[in-house]
């Protein structure tokens, strides 16, 4: 059977053109006027038909009818388009679920020649073939650039969820909230497992963009996190689970919305340029630290502009008016590479400043003083007694100041209280002897000097009992 009737009304006009040819060549008459008018007049008939013809192949063409159980689902020009759709089908089922999708039976075509007006739109067809699955049902599918969202029993509730989805980002009058792609609800065949109820899509949509992701051989949990630029622990907690293995599934959830939400802002005032933070290693400071050499400051400018962002990230920026305030001051830190110390400390601590001793541990002003205290110029260094790690590095407003508390992990906790300089934070392992602030005068304090305590398993000790 021919594929393409175009070509075969060709090959019949060239064969009429010879038809009439030879006609002309074995008629003859005696008259020379009829023979005339008898060659115009097949001429005239000739040119008709194949005129006739050449408007029949423009309009007309051999295709094929396809059903599937004795039911129509469409006409094609070509196998090849038919079963180009269906494998389109079958891959848009396997990515929203996990069935493998089929006709209910094996198709059958038929030759016919067919308007080319009355081919089948392909989105059609393929509506008609997912038609014929037993496991596809008809619902409201949303869909985001063409690719599936989400699909509900009721169109009521998928224009509600949507709606309602995007008024979620609604933020300031000066800011608009719109979908990046297009969103679509239209009523269409989704599998049967991923048509799903109102409050359903509602926590479906509030977990956000989500990947399945398969973990293949040398994968970790880490390095599947780092990927999606996510926690380890957030991964597994997602998942309920402690740890995964070679070929299991994950879902991953990475905070993104659904859909993407695209704001245009509009800025006509002064806003911060942010910082920059340059950072080299120091193998005087221990690995995991930072220190900061000059602490960054935003800088100022005015702005007059729109500002288009998708997902928080800008992606357009129409300036009409722009000058520089003040410009940032760069941050300048160092990244720590030292191999860090035990953070359990000896029990035995070192005096942790060379300052004079100007109250001892004891009763004084009618209550117990809980620790030491040193005279020293401010900035003079203080260091941490023995090794452990930092709980506390901040102000407080109940008289200690600035302060420093080291948990040594062996029932002993060290404070070191008014500094006018903190040196290290919360979670930094220090070892004995290391330098982390310096003396002050902040909180309750009548000059500069450092309070220091000893407490065990929470009970203040005198610092003398301890101090080698």
């Not at 040819?21 to 097949?42: D, E, N, P, Q, V």
Request: charged share 25%; proline share 3%; hydrophobic share 35%.
């Amino acid at each position: 059977m021919l594929e393409n009737f175009n070509s075969v009304l060709a090959n019949t006009t060239h064969a009429l053109k010879r038809y009439a040819k030879r006609a002309f060549a074995i008629r003859k008459t005696k008259t020379y006027g009829l023979r005339k008018k008898s060659r115009m007049s097949a001429a005239i008939v000739s040119v008709s038909f194949i005129i006739g013809l050449a408007a029949f192949a423009s309009n007309y063409s051999i295709g094929y009818t396809v059903k599937v159980d004795d039911k129509i689902v469409g006409t094609v020009p070509t196998k090849t388009e038919y079963y180009q759709v269906l494998d389109e089908v079958k891959s848009e089922v396997e990515t929203i679920s996990n069935i493998e999708f089929a006709p209910k039976a094996s198709e059958e075509f038929s030759v016919e020649i067919i308007s080319k007006d009355n081919f089948t739109e392909k989105k059609e067809l393929a509506e008609n073939l997912k038609a014929t699955s037993e496991e596809m049902e008809e619902a409201y599918v949303i869909t985001a650039d063409g690719e599936f969202v989400a699909a509900l029993f009721n169109e009521e509730d998928a224009h509600k969820l949507v709606d309602n989805y995007l008024e979620d980002f609604d933020a300031e009058e000066n800011i608009t909230v719109s979908f990046s792609p297009e969103v679509l609800i239209e009523l269409s065949y989704a599998p049967r497992g991923e048509i799903i109820d109102f409050d359903t899509a509602e926590r479906k949509f509030s977990l956000g963009e989500c990947f399945k992701h398969t973990v293949a051989a040398e994968e970790t949990a880490e390095t599947i996190a780092e990927q999606y630029g996510i926690t380890k622990e957030k991964l597994l907690t997602d998942n309920g689970v402690t740890e995964i293995c070679q070929g299991m599934v994950l879902s991953v959830y990475t905070g993104n919305p659904i859909i993407p939400i695209k704001t245009v802002e509009y800025i006509n005032g002064e806003i911060d340029i942010p910082f920059e933070i340059t950072e080299t290693e120091d193998d005087t400071v221990y690995e995991g630290q930072t220190r900061i050499l000059t602490k960054g400051k935003d800088g100022k400018k005015f702005l007059n502009a729109y500002i288009t962002r998708v997902n928080g990230i800008i992606t357009q920026e129409n300036i009409i008016e722009s000058e520089i305030i003040s410009e940032p001051v760069t941050q300048v830190q160092v990244r720590g590479t030292k191999t860090p110390p035990p953070s359990h400390g000896t029990g035995e601590f070192i005096m942790p400043t060379s300052g004079r001793l100007s109250s001892t541990y004891g009763r004084r002003w009618g209550r117990t003083h809980a620790g030491i205290d040193l005279a020293a110029a401010t900035g003079t260094p203080i260091f941490a007694a023995d090794n452990g790690i930092v709980v506390e590095s901040e102000y407080q407003s109940n008289g200690y100041g600035n302060i420093i508390k080291i948990d040594h992990q062996n029932g002993f906790v060290t404070y070191y209280a008014h500094c006018s300089a903190l040196y290290v934070k919360a979670g930094d392992v220090v070892a004995k002897g290391d330098k982390i602030a310096a003396i002050g005068n902040t909180g309750r304090s009548t000059g500069p000097h450092l309070h220091f305590e000893i407490r065990k398993d929470g009970n203040h000790q005198n610092p003398f009992n301890f101090i080698k």
